[in-house]
C-alpha cells in the first residue's frame, strides 16, 4: 500500500522557518521524483518545488532562495526546508510522488503525480 504522509506543519511568525517532512512507504523512493505542492485557503494549487531521483532541485521562482528540497532515500524522507516565511506562504502543504520521470527530471504539475499525501498545514502569522 503506497503512502504519504507530510508531518513538521505549524504555526509559525513572519521569518521564521520549519522543516516538512514526508515519509513514502509502498513504492521505491530512490526512483521517484517528488514534488512539494501548496494551496492557499481560495487559491488554486500550486507546486513550489521538486527534486528529482538523483537530487537535483527545481524551485518556483517565489520561493527560490527560500525553499528547499532534499531527500533521503536511506530514511525513505523527502524534506522541505522552508525559511524566512511570509503569510502569503501560508497554505496546506503537499508532497507527491511521480514514478514516470528520468532519474534526473521532475514536474511541477499536479497532473503528472502518480500517489499524493493529505496534507500539512503551515500558518505564517504574527
Known amino acids: 500500500q503506497v503512502q504519504l504522509v507530510e508531518s513538521g506543519g505549524g504555526l509559525v511568525q513572519p521569518g521564521g522557518s520549519l522543516r516538512l517532512s514526508c515519509a513514502a512507504s509502498?513504492?521505491?523512493?530512490?526512483?521517484?521524483?517528488i514534488t512539494w505542492f501548496r494551496q492557499a485557503p481560495g487559491k488554486e494549487r500550486e507546486g513550489v518545488s521538486c527534486?528529482?531521483?538523483?537530487?537535483?532541485?527545481y524551485p518556483v521562482d517565489s520561493v527560490k532562495g527560500r525553499f528547499t528540497a532534499s531527500r533521503d532515500n536511506a530514511k525513505k524522507t523527502v524534506y522541505l526546508q522552508v525559511n524566512s516565511l511570509k503569510p502569503e506562504d501560508t497554505a496546506v502543504y503537499y508532497c507527491?510522488?511521480?514514478?514516470?520521470?528520468?532519474?534526473?527530471?521532475?514536474?511541477?504539475?499536479?497532473?503528472?503525480?502518480?500517489?499524493w499525501g493529505k496534507g500539512t498545514l503551515v500558518t505564517v502569522s504574527s
Open positions: 527534486i528529482s531521483a538523483d537530487g537535483k532541485r
Open positions: 507527491a510522488a511521480d514514478l514516470g520521470r528520468s532519474d534526473y527530471d521532475c514536474s511541477l504539475r499536479g497532473g503528472s503525480m502518480d500517489y
Open positions: 509502498g513504492f521505491t523512493l530512490d526512483r521517484a521524483a
